[in-house]
C-alpha cells in the first residue's frame, strides 16, 4: 500500500495538465483502478484482515482523490496566471495622435441639452423606441382615425394574423415619454427626454431615424409664461450667446392646449448662419399646454395640475450650432465626416467648463 501511495502521489505531483490528471485518476482510483482492484480483494481476507486493510485502503482512496482536487486547482490557478500574463494591456500609453476617435455631434448636443436642462431642475428620462399605439398615439389625445397619424408616417410593426397583443409602432416622437414619467412619478415632475424617433421620410431635411428631446413640467400654476422663459434661458445657455429672441407662433397639437411653434432669431452672414442677431427666423420646437386629457391619460388629475410640453429636434439645433449643412450625413458614419464635425471624447461638456469647447 505505501508503494502505491508514493507512486500515486509522485505521478500526480508531476502531472503536466488536467487529461493527464484524469488519467492517474481512472489508472488509481476509477472503476478498474489499482485501489478498487485492491479493495475488491477484502472479501477475500478473514475479518481481522479486513478489519486492517479496509480502513487504510478508504484512507488511501481518500489522500490520492484529495491529491488530485488539490492538483488540478493548482493546474488552474496557473492557467490563469498564464492567461493575465498574455493579456496584459498597458491601459497609461498614450492613444495613437491623430487617430483618436470622435464624439458624434448628437451625443455632444445631446450631452450640452441634458447640462443645461439640469441645471434648471429637468431630470432625464428614457422610454422605448417600440412603443404600443396607445402611448404614441391614443394617450397623447389622438385617437384611431385622426389625420395626426397619417400625417407622422408611421412605421407600424409586423402583427401575424391572429396575434392579438396591441399593435406597436416606432415611436414617432418622444411624446409618448410624457405618459410614461406620470405614470411612474406622478405630479409634480419636471424631465426632459432625449432620444432617436422614426417617420418614414427621406430627404435633404428629413431622415426615417431623427433624435428628439421632449420637455415636460408638471406642477400647480404653470403657464406659458413658464415656458417661455425656460426656453429663452436655454437658448441663451445653448447658443452661448445672450439673449436670443423668440417667436411663439400659434399652432396646433393634439396634445396642447394651447399650442405653440417657436423660432428663434437667426440670419445667414456669409453663408453662415448666425443665431441670436437679424430679423431672420428659424422653427425649432413645437410646444403648448399639456392637454387636460393627457394629464389624466398619464393618471394625472387636471383639475388640480398643469404642465407644460416641448419637443425640439435635437439634429435640427446640432446643425444650427455647428454649422452641419445635412441632416442626412449625420447617420452614413463617413470617417472623414466624423473626424471633421466630431468632438473630442475628453472634453465632457458642463455649464461652468465650457458647453462646446
Ligand atoms: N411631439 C411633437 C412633434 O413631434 C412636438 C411636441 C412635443 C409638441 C410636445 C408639443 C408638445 O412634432
Redesign the pocket.
Known sequence: MDDLKAKYLEQIAGAADEAALEAIRVAAVGKKGEVSLQMRQLGKMTPEERQVAGPALNALKDEINAALTAKKAGLADAALDERLKAEWLDVTLPVRAGRQGTIHPVSQVTEEVTAIFAEMGFSVAQGPRIDTDWYNFDALNIPSHHPARAEMDTFYMHRDAGDNRPPHVLR????PVQIRSMEAMGAPLRIICPGGVYRADYDQTHTPMFH?V?GLAVDRDISMANLKWVLEEFFAAYFEVEGVKTRFRASH?P??EP?AEVDIQCTWVDGQLKVGEGDGWMEV????MVHPKVLAAGGIDPDEWQGF???MGIDRIAMLKYGIPDLRAFFESDLRWLRHYGFSALDVPTLRGGLSR
Do not use: M
Not at 172 to 175: K, N, Q, V
Open positions: 414617432t416622437h418622444t411624446s428628439q421632449e397639437f396634445f396642447t399650442s420646437l413645437g410646444s403648448g410640453a416641448f419637443g
